[in-house]
């Protein structure tokens, strides 16, 4: 198993960014995913979850109706679209294999990708 995420990076308030989660070595599409983040010094926090029908969403109140996730199984890929973002939502973003409604065992977790929010 391996999920390599990517589209980090830095961004003024306001801005947005794609993250993308690129899986490889399980049959994508048998499995929900899910997005959990983590900022400096703090524990992890569930941030999104997707079910194999690519329709059943969920969200973390902190982050509902400014980001989207999404997947295209041809690509075997997972998506996470983060409009309006705030200072607080920095943090490393990690995608995880499975649907979970709360942070996901450590080791579904990819590497992660760096998001910094600030002015």
């Known amino acids: 198993v391996q999920l390599v995420e990517s589209g980090g990076g830095m961004v003024q308030p306001g801005g947005s960014l794609r993250l993308s989660c690129a899986a490889s070595?399980?049959?994508?599409?048998?499995?929900?995913m899910t997005w959990v983040r983590q900022a400096p010094g703090k524990g992890p926090e569930w941030v999104s979850a997707i079910g194999t029908d690519g329709v059943s969403t969920y969200y973390a109140a902190s982050v509902k109706g400014r980001f989207t996730i999404s997947r295209d199984d041809a690509k075997n890929t997972l998506y996470l679209q983060m409009n309006s973002l705030k200072p607080e939502d920095t943090a490393r973003y990690y995608c995880?294999?499975?649907?979970?409604?709360?942070?996901?065992?450590?080791?579904?977790w990819g590497q992660g990708t760096q998001v910094a929010v600030f002015s």
């Open positions: 995880a294999r499975g649907l979970f409604l709360s942070v996901p065992p450590r080791n579904a």
């Open positions: 070595g399980f049959t994508f599409n048998y499995y929900g």
